[in-house]
Nanobody, 124 residues
């Protein structure tokens, strides 16, 4: 079992920045991948970014490329999502997820563990 806890959400003005953190505990996989998803009211949960746990491979949704950066600290079992140039369209509940896979996937059904989410609200 992997337990994920997100933090760092909040209210920010358009153009601002936030950094989300996801701390993993419990059973960890040497080759797991980590991902960030988000879900806005009335919309489906969508992939935002993913990172390999032992490799510096990353993948981003087109909507966040150039603005968001995913990174990880293996010693702390923590994954981060740096979000810059935020817009009201980025407002959502942001989830951290883990998958025992070698390659990053954008499919939410392929992730095995999920956090409870952290709210990000961007005001115009």
């Amino acid at each position: 079992q992997v337990h994920l806890v997100e933090s760092g959400g909040g209210l920010v003005q358009a153009g601002g920045s936030l950094r989300l953190s996801c701390a993993a505990s419990g059973r960890t996989f040497s080759n797991n991948i980590m991902g960030w998803f988000r879900q806005a009211p009335g919309k489906e949960r969508e992939f935002v970014a993913g990172i390999g746990w032992m490799r510096d491979t990353t993948t981003y949704a087109d909507s966040v490329k150039g603005r968001f950066t995913i990174s990880r600290d293996n010693a702390k079992n923590t994954v981060y999502l740096q979000m810059n140039s935020l817009t009201p369209e980025d407002t959502a509940l942001y989830y951290c997820a883990a998958a025992a896979r070698l390659r990053i996937t954008v499919k939410r059904e392929e992730y095995d563990y999920w956090g409870q989410g952290t709210q990000v609200t961007v005001s115009s």
